[in-house]
């Protein structure tokens, strides 16, 4: 089946520093696979971070960015200097391309912790 | 503005209990969702509807029941409730995922606890 695993939490990381959570994919059941990273912030539901959906390209939103790379099967989460704001936890996401099946596999999440 | 609202916020309940959770979007999306997150297994699907009327089982399904009454609104249901059943559920909804795929819109959850 399809599955994602993720960099195991909890990740402290000092602000202003750089940050790197890997993400690799298995997609046994989607020909052509899209990616997603969401963020979960204390007491909120998780929110779309970043999505990619063609293999090669790059997403970035908040200063952080991922690139599909489908020779590696990954997804790594990047940023190149954090805030303390950045503390949440981020999910990496493997979704469908087309037709009905709307179903996400997620990771299991890591939990940042930004330390001032 | 578009979103997704969840009831009750927290809910404690004892073994054996009755308790239905409920989802409402303003996405005017089709597709709904019920997750359930634990520590070390991030979000795992337990239950999803195309439309009104619509179930799908997801892929932790037992124990759980699921109604979806109208486009909006999305109920799961644990009719005799259980502490392996004490977790934190997310509603979320969708467009279908089109060739630019479909992100999901999530509620802030429900917190339950089964003593």
């Known amino acids: 089946g399809d599955s994602v695993t993720q960099t195991e939490g909890p990740v402290t990381v000092s602000e202003s520093e750089s940050l790197i959570i890997n993400c690799t994919y298995s997609a046994t059941s989607i020909a052509y696979p899209n990616l997603f990273w969401y963020v979960r912030y204390p007491g909120e539901g998780l929110q779309l971070l970043l999505k990619?959906?063609?293999?090669?390209q790059k997403g970035s939103s908040r200063g952080f960015e991922a690139t599909y790379n489908k020779e590696t099967t990954s997804f790594h989460l990047q940023k190149a200097s954090v805030q303390e704001s950045d503390s949440a936890v981020y999910y990496c996401a493997l979704g469908h391309s087309g037709g009905s099946n709307a179903k996400l596999t997620f990771g299991k999440g890591t939990k940042l912790s930004v330390k001032s | 503005e578009a979103a997704v609202t969840q009831s009750p916020r927290n809910k404690v309940t004892v073994t054996g209990g009755n308790v239905t959770l409920s989802c409402r979007q303003t996405n005017s999306h089709n597709y709904m969702y019920w997750y359930r997150q634990d520590t070390g297994h991030g979000l795992r699907l337990i239950h999803y509807?195309?439309?009104?009327?619509?179930?799908q089982i997801g892929d932790v399904p037992d124990g759980y029941k699921a109604t979806r009454t109208t486009q909006e609104d999305f109920f799961l249901l644990l009719e005799l409730a259980s502490p392996s059943q004490t977790s934190l559920y997310f509603c979320?909804?969708?467009?279908?995922?089109?060739?630019?795929?479909?992100?999901?819109?999530f509620g802030p959850g429900t917190r339950l606890t089964v003593l």
């Open positions: 990619v959906i063609t293999a090669g």
């Open positions: 509807s195309y439309g009104a009327g619509n179930l």
């Open positions: 979320a909804s969708s467009d279908p995922p089109g060739l630019g795929g479909a992100e999901q819109f």
